[in-house]
């Protein structure tokens, strides 16, 4: 059997192990630590323009409290693009609220500008004005930032900026994980950088940091004995998880760079196949590459693809399958227009970690150029 290659596997650096060792000699084994705040203060100063981070157990958790703290409940309408992982959408339910998905357009493959101010003058038409929207840089292709947040503007709804995919990336110089009125990062095991699991939320306003860790600490009033004024969540990052966090930010530029050659490299290989296309990068945007996909002319030539290198122990995936075709979302509303189902049935990420050698590269395109010879 030939090496297994991964789709996106962890990439330690040198001084994880360093953080986390610190934090068993000086014994901060919780959640909370000198390391938990040193991650903060790293993500705050990589990400810049005054964000302030909250470091939590999960991006998921992280999504649950934005929409918490931006107000939403029982009942409440949610935006949320629907070619997306899952997770962007499940914590709208947690709170009881209702998701109403949107498509994308086809130059970033996120949340399209057009129909989310038509869904939007819709919903208010029917009395229900969403409550927020979740805006998604998928696969590390930030969304259309301008258009995006024109709309959240002109009818005053806040933005979650879902940047579980693409920390790294930015619009214009300006790093993604800074234009939401709340946003969040992961760093799940498969993310450009990981603590395992993890998360952070971000905001510019400090308040808001503030209210997110006192949520994610089982909202404990100030007194001596545990008292609780309001529900709260054990959601806050551990102390030792945090030190591996620490140790990817160095090598976080490094990691990019590494996926961003990948792109490259499966880009030049496969040129010569005019059915294959990637993609581009629009003016201004700059992508960390999470993932390299492709798109293949046909669902037939996507699976042979997947198949092929599924059999060499290569792991491929299609792009992700959108909400609104999810059996547990299938019955929400959704203003679509086919863009994503199309990318679900013709896309294929294929393996993108910063880890991969030139040797798996040239193996991977070498069982996609056989095929289509
Ligand atoms: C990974 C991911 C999340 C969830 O993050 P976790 O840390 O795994 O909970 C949310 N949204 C997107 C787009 C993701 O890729």
Known sequence: MQKKVWLSSPHMGNSEKSYVEEAFTTNWIAPLGPNVSGFERDIEEYIGNDVHAACLSSGTGAIHLALELLGVGLNDEVLCQSFTFAASANPITYLGGKPIFIDSESETWNISPELLEKAIIDRIQLGKKPKAIIAVHLYGMPYKIDEVHAVSKKYNIPIVEDSAEALGSSYQGIR????????ILSFNGNKIITTSGGGALLSKDEKIKQKAIFLSTQA??????????????NYRMSNV???????????????????RNNFLFYKEVLSDFKEITFLEEPYGTYSNRWLTCILTPSFK?????????????IESRPLWKPMHLQPIFENETHYVNGVSEDLFNRG????????????????????IKNLLQ
């Open 348 to 367: 294929l990420c294929l393996p993108s970690g910063s880890n991969l050698d030139r040797e798996d590269l040239v193996r991977i395109c070498d069982i």
């Open 176 to 183: 993604c994980g800074s234009f939401g009125d709340i946003a």
């Open 301 to 313: 030539i996507r699976e042979k693809i997947r198949v092929a290198l599924e059999k060499e122990n």
């Open 220 to 233: 404990r009033d100030n007194a001596p004995h545990y008292q609780h004024s309001h529900i709260g969540y």
């Open 241 to 259: 998880l945090a030190g591996i966090g620490r140790g990817q930010m160095e090598v976080l530029p490094e990691r990019i760079g590494a996926r």
